[in-house]
């Protein structure tokens, strides 16, 4: 099993939802850098569970406990490796599971590929919990990224068919620092009550909703990416359909682009003093996979969560179908704490970025 990402910043994370604790190892981290943990732990609870009624009530401090590569505060420049402790576990939820194959969820496959050997409580390593080790990564990121005038941001775009209102051109720092403080992280606070209740219908019908997320990445010049395998939109997309529960992924236009015109599509050059801009962002900021200099613009789309209280169909390993209704603690919607692991990804996928054009360059 693959749980290890990167090539010049390297990532891997491990652990189950009901096991002992989960973690991540970060290699290629520069020494010297002070790590702010109060505001890592700010970060580790935009995601954690249990806060709100919107939320799983499983409640999890998500403290992450530093094992190495951090003295006095600074980081050594050796791996960097932090434990989350899983602290409010109910695998007897799960017991009926080991048979059952959830709707949805990740248990047939996983079986077939384990040979029956994974750990199944919680979903195991399947598990949406696993985000938390790529939030404290990501904050790690931001921080490094922040030195260089990089700022990463995102909003819910849409829960259900209640929408949002996208980015401007050309969002704004404090835009995005306000977005990171709130429950609900909109750019039309209007939205929320009625995007809350969405929630709390389905919840209340056994059911649950799904929605998208559009993050921006400020203060990255042009030059950043690779033309093919390793553009901005590969390395990105890779790292964002690694988030359990995302299927799919567009940046800037997207899948509207395949309904214009080339010259309603194109992003017109101008200069801005000495600086070069376009009128549009229609590409994300990314033409030929390589940043433009305007703002990294996408958005993801979240599923509904999986496990629901409402009957379904599935099948029993030990042969015939069976009607589940799955009980225990889950999130109605997933959306809003997934907000802070998709710019975790990003944070991740642009510091890698940086980091292979500065090798390239030595």
Not at 90 to 116: A, F, N
Request: glycine letters at 12%; hydrophobic letters at 35%; a negative charge.
């Amino acid at each position: 099993m693959s749980g290890s990402w990167g090539n010049s910043l390297k990532i891997s994370i491990f652990g189950e939802s009901h096991g002992p604790a989960i973690g991540i190892t970060m290699s290629g981290l520069p020494s010297g850098l002070a790590l702010d943990m109060d505001w890592v732990n700010r970060e580790m609870q935009r995601r954690a569970p249990g806060q709100n009624r919107l939320s799983t009530p499983r409640k999890e401090a998500d403290v992450p406990r530093i094992l190495s590569g951090l003295f006095e505060g600074r980081t050594t420049g050796t791996p960097l490796c932090a434990v989350i402790e899983n602290q409010s576990t109910r695998s007897s939820d799960y017991e009926e599971l080991k048979d059952l194959m959830r709707p949805g969820h990740g248990d047939y496959p996983g079986t077939i590929r384990y040979q029956g050997f994974q750990d199944p409580r919680g979903g195991g390593h399947f598990s949406g919990r696993i985000t938390a080790p790529l939030v404290f990564a990501g904050a790690v990121c931001k921080q490094i990224l922040a030195e260089k005038g990089i700022q990463v941001g995102a909003h819910i775009q849409s829960i259900g068919r209640i929408k949002d209102r996208s980015f401007t051109l050309e969002p704004t720092l404090g835009e995005l620092e306000a977005l990171a403080q709130a429950e609900l992280p909109l750019l039309d606070p209007d939205r929320g009550p009625a995007m809350a209740q969405a929630i709390l219908d389905a919840k209340a019908d056994c059911d649950s909703l799904g929605g998208t997320i559009e993050c921006v990445i400020l203060g990255v010049g042009p030059g950043v990416g690779e033309p093919f395998f390793d553009s901005v939109e590969s390395v990105l997309s890779h790292l964002l359909f690694s988030i359990p529960a995302v299927k799919g992924v567009e940046f800037g236009a997207g899948f509207e682009s395949a309904a214009l015109v080339g010259s309603q599509c194109n992003d017109l050059y101008y200069y801005e003093g000495n600086q070069v801009k376009t009128r549009t962002n229609r590409c994300g900021g990314v033409t030929g996979g390589i940043t433009n200099g305007m703002p990294i613009l996408f958005r993801v789309a979240v599923r509904p969560t999986a496990s629901i209280a409402k009957p379904q169909e599935t099948i029993a390993l030990s042969g015939g179908t069976r009607t589940l209704s799955i009980t225990g603690r889950h999130d109605p919607c997933i959306v809003p704490r997934a907000v802070p692991v998709v710019e975790a990804a990003a944070a991740i996928g642009i510091l890698e970025l940086l980091k292979e054009r500065e090798a390239c360059r030595t």
